[in-house]
T-cell receptor, first 110, second 113 residues
Framework: GQQVMQIPQYQHVQEGEDFTTYCNSS?????IQWYKQRPGGHPVFLIQ?????EVKKQKRLTFQFGEAKKNSSLHITATQTTDVGTYFCAGPILWGKLQFGAGTQVVVTP | KAGVTQTPRYLIKTRGQQVTLSCSPISGHRSVSWYQQTPGQGLQFLFE???????NKGNFPGRFSGRQFSNSRSEMNVSTLELGDSALYLC????????????FGPGTRLTVT
C-alpha cells in the first residue's frame, strides 16, 4: 500500500547544532504537511507545502518539497531545547485519509 | 475560536468491556479523523467522517467503529476491549479532509487492564 517513510527515527542533537529529517512517499503527493508533537502533547500543524520544489521557512525551520512531490525535508538550524519533540510528515492518500510517517523524535542536549 | 475537544481525557477499562470516546471539532469543520497512537507505532489511522458519512477506514478490526452527528461531533466505540487497545486516541478536525491542515484534540488516554 501507499506509504510515507521518515528518517531518522531518532535524532540526538547538541544545542546549537543543525539537523535534517527526511520524508519519502511511495507515491506522488498533492501536498505534504508537517506536524510537531511535544512530549505529552498532541500533534500541532506546522506547515503545508503544495508546489513542486517549494521551500518555506519559519524562523529556524526550513521545509522543502521535492521536485517529484514524493519527498520532503525539514531542516532546523541552531537547535534549541524548545525544538524537542517528534516531527511528523503526512501526505493525503485519499480525500479523507492522511498518511503519517513514523516521526522523528528529537532530543536536544544542552 | 475554540479548539478540538475530546472527552474523557483519561479512561481505565477492563478487558472485554466496551468504551465510547467523544470528539467535538472546531466550529465549521466537517471532517473528523481518528487516530490511535502507541509508543513506537506513530499515528495509525482509524477512520474519517465527513458530513456524517465514513469516507475512509484504516486497517483495524470491526471492534472499532465510529459515527458522526449532524453537528459534526463524532464518537468512536471500541467493543470487547483487549490489552493491546491501550493507547492515546486522537481525533483531528479539518474543513474538508486530508488535504487541509488538521487540528488535533488533546486525546483520550485509554488503559485496558
Amino acid at each position: 500500500g501507499q506509504q510515507v517513510m521518515q528518517i531518522p527515527q531518532y535524532q540526538h542533537v547538541q544545542e546549537g547544532e543543525d539537523f535534517t529529517t527526511y520524508c519519502n512517499s511511495s507515491t506522488t503527493l498533492s501536498n505534504i504537511q508537517w506536524y510537531k508533537q511535544r512530549p505529552g502533547g498532541h500533534p500541532v500543524f506546522l506547515i503545508q507545502l503544495v508546489k513542486s520544489g517549494e521551500v518555506k521557512k519559519q524562523k529556524r525551520l526550513t521545509f522543502q518539497f521535492g521536485e517529484a512531490k514524493k519527498n520532503s525535508s525539514l531542516h532546523i538550524t541552531a537547535t534549541q531545547t524548545t525544538d524537542v519533540g517528534t516531527y511528523f510528515c503526512a501526505g493525503p492518500i485519499l480525500w479523507g485519509k492522511l498518511q503519517f510517517g513514523a516521526g522523528t523524535q528529537v532530543v536536544v542536549t544542552p | 475560536k475554540a479548539g478540538v475537544t475530546q472527552t474523557p481525557r483519561y479512561l481505565i477499562k477492563t478487558r472485554g468491556q466496551q468504551v465510547t470516546l467523544s470528539c467535538s471539532p472546531i466550529s465549521g469543520h466537517r471532517s473528523v479523523s481518528w487516530y490511535q497512537q502507541t509508543p513506537g507505532q506513530g499515528l495509525q489511522f482509524l477512520f474519517e467522517y465527513f458530513s456524517e458519512t465514513q469516507r475512509n477506514k484504516g486497517n483495524f478490526p470491526g471492534r472499532f467503529s465510529g459515527r458522526q452527528f449532524s453537528n459534526s461531533r463524532s464518537e468512536m466505540n471500541v467493543s470487547t476491549l483487549e490489552l493491546g487497545d491501550s493507547a492515546l486516541y486522537l481525533c483531528a478536525s479539518s474543513f474538508a479532509g486530508a488535504k487541509d491542515e488538521q487540528y488535533f484534540g488533546p486525546g483520550t488516554r485509554l488503559t485496558v487492564t
